[in-house]
């Protein structure tokens, strides 16, 4: 299984970016699709969920009312759309997929290669 996060970027406090993180071999119903985050100097934090047979999805409070975890089951990808974001958004965000509803990273077997997103004051 191979996860390629996509859509980071530059941009102003306030803005909207669209994350979006597509995968190698089909996702099965019984997995768990997550986005996390890691900061310069920072561990590795939970961002959002998404149980792929329900939708049911789980938000850190951070984010919550902000960020908004969606799939598309049909192109096997995953989107993460960020609105008003703020400069401790500023993180390298990586997509995971794993079969706990967790939001530890320990609990995720597989891991994209990160997607820079910056955002200025």
């Known amino acids: 299984v191979q996860l390629q996060a996509c859509g980071g970027g530059l941009v102003q406090a306030g803005s909207s970016l669209r994350l979006s993180c597509s995968g190698s071999?089909?996702?099965?119903?019984?997995?768990?699709m997550a986005w996390f985050r890691q900061a310069p100097g920072k561990e590795r934090e939970f961002v959002a969920l998404?149980?792929?047979?329900?939708?049911?999805?789980l938000y850190a409070e951070s984010v919550k009312g902000r960020f908004t975890i969606s799939k598309d089951g049909a192109q096997n990808m995953m989107s993460l759309q960020m609105s008003n974001l703020e400069p401790e958004d500023t993180a390298v965000y990586y997509c995971?997929?794993?079969?706990?509803?967790?939001?530890?990273?320990?609990?995720?077997?597989?891991w994209g290669r990160g997607t820079q997103v910056t955002v200025s004051s």
């Open positions: 071999g089909r996702i099965y119903s019984s997995a768990v």
């Open positions: 995971a997929r794993g079969i706990r509803w967790s939001s530890q990273p320990a609990d995720y077997n597989y």
């Open positions: 998404i149980r792929w047979s329900t939708s049911r999805t």
